[in-house]
């Protein structure tokens, strides 16, 4: 497992985003993968610039591209409506836990978009 340095702020988000069903947590090539069902909705690591996240967004990708600390997901991802959140603190936490949501319902399984949350 590989070690971050993202604090309070990825505890909180890593608890978020595993409390949606049947999701689950791996880490290839040294950061976290929240995944369902063999997919992930939510990368996190911490990199030069500090701990970072990146979901898939269908809805809301171009508003959040405009915020001062995103840009579209490298590596191609971007294209298909990931986006890169840089977070050095939580005054945006209830956006970012928002944006979770998003990517884990863009990728879920329709049956498990209809079980409740733990």
């Not at 497992?1 to 090539?29: C, N, Q, V």
């Not at 005054?91 to 944006?99: H, N, P």
């Amino acid at each position: 497992m590989a070690k971050s340095k993202g604090g309070a702020i990825e505890s909180k988000l890593r608890d978020h985003a595993l409390g949606f069903p049947e999701a689950y947590e791996e880490f290839p090539w040294g950061h976290s993968a929240i995944k369902v069902n063999g997919k992930a909705f939510l990368f996190m690591g911490t990199g030069d610039d500090g701990f970072s996240i990146s979901v898939k967004l269908p809805q809301s990708r171009d508003i959040a591209v405009d915020l001062p600390f995103t840009e579209p997901t490298g590596y191609g991802l971007g294209k298909s409506g990931w986006v890169t959140a840089h977070l050095k603190d939580q005054k945006s936490l209830d956006l970012i836990k928002a944006w979770i949501e998003e990517s884990y319902r863009a990728i879920a399984p329709k049956k498990l978009l209809r079980k409740p949350q733990s």
